[in-house]
């Protein structure tokens, strides 16, 4: 993931130190019932496959984030419709040493227009998958897509 101009000059001052930041998970999904599906692109940094996620910038609306990151890394037009989980990420190392752990906001969001593919350089894939044949998606991702996909009138909050 291409790091943010703000996390790159907060480095400067503190290192590798641990970092608290907000990021979102951007559950794009179109089509209904058995034909439903969800956008899902796969990282090059890890390899991953993943819903859109991103980290939103300062004074930014965290929908407007969730939004952005996805026609930026996916060349899809999305709108956010609701807040789907509120929960923190367990604490990471990136390759580089840098510690962050993260306040994930799980938007649903409804696929407006566009053709999914890498769009920024941030991922080597777009696609849409059914939401019954996620195939190689982690279990924790597979969880952001089940609350979003769940349509629950209230976001979930970790206790």
Known sequence: MATPDFILRLRERIGTDPLWLTGVTAVVLRGDGAEREVLLVRRADNARLTPV?????????????????????????????????VHATRPMTYANGDQAQYLD?????????????????ENTEAMWRRLDDLGDVDAEMRERIRMAAAGHPHARFET
Do not use: K, N, Q
């Open 53 to 85: 996620t991103g980290i939103v910038d300062p004074g930014e609306e965290p929908a407007v984030s969730a939004v952005r990151e996805v026609l930026e890394e996916a060349a899809v037009v999305a709108e956010a419709e609701s807040l789907a989980w």
């Open 105 to 121: 906001l799980v938007f649903r969001c409804r696929y407006v227009s566009g053709e999914p593919h890498p769009e920024d350089g």
